[in-house]
Nanobody
Framework: VQLQASGGGLVQAGDSLRLSCAAS????????MGWFRQAPGNQREFVAAINWSGAASSYADSVKGRFTISRDNAKRAGYLQMNSLKPDDTAVYYC?????????????????WGQGTLVTVSS
């Protein structure tokens, strides 16, 4: 599976962005998908995850109520809708998929990663 994340950009606090993750490969629809982010000088951290069917999702406390993860397996695509953005949300955002062998909040669970898309939120 190859993944391509897009949709990042420079926005002001309070604005919204929608990130997309385009996948190649037929197994995309079989795997959970996660979004992670990494700010300069910080470790990569979990943002959100969704199971293979889209019926279940989980979020980091820091984004709960503001971000929504979704997927369209027919289009081999995943999304992260980000509302009420804050300067602390500034980071490179990565999408990832992989077989569910461990917690979906753990980066090591995911075998396939996109290249990342930069989100910058100004105050």
């Amino acid at each position: 599976v190859q993944l391509q994340a897009s949709g990042g950009g420079l926005v002001q606090a309070g604005d919204s962005l929608r990130l997309s993750c385009a996948a190649s490969g037929r197994t995309f629809g079989l795997y959970p998908m996660g979004w992670f982010r990494q700010a300069p000088g910080n470790q990569r951290e979990f943002v959100a995850a969704i199971n293979w069917s889209g019926a279940a999702s989980s979020y980091a406390d820091s984004v709960k109520g503001r971000f929504t993860i979704s997927r369209d397996n027919a289009k081999r695509a995943g999304y992260l809708q980000m509302n009420s953005l804050k300067p602390d949300d500034t980071a490179v955002y990565y999408c990832a998929v992989g077989p569910p062998r461990d917690s979906l909040t753990t980066a090591s669970t995911y075998d396939y990663w996109g290249q990342g898309t930069l989100v910058t939120v100004s105050s």
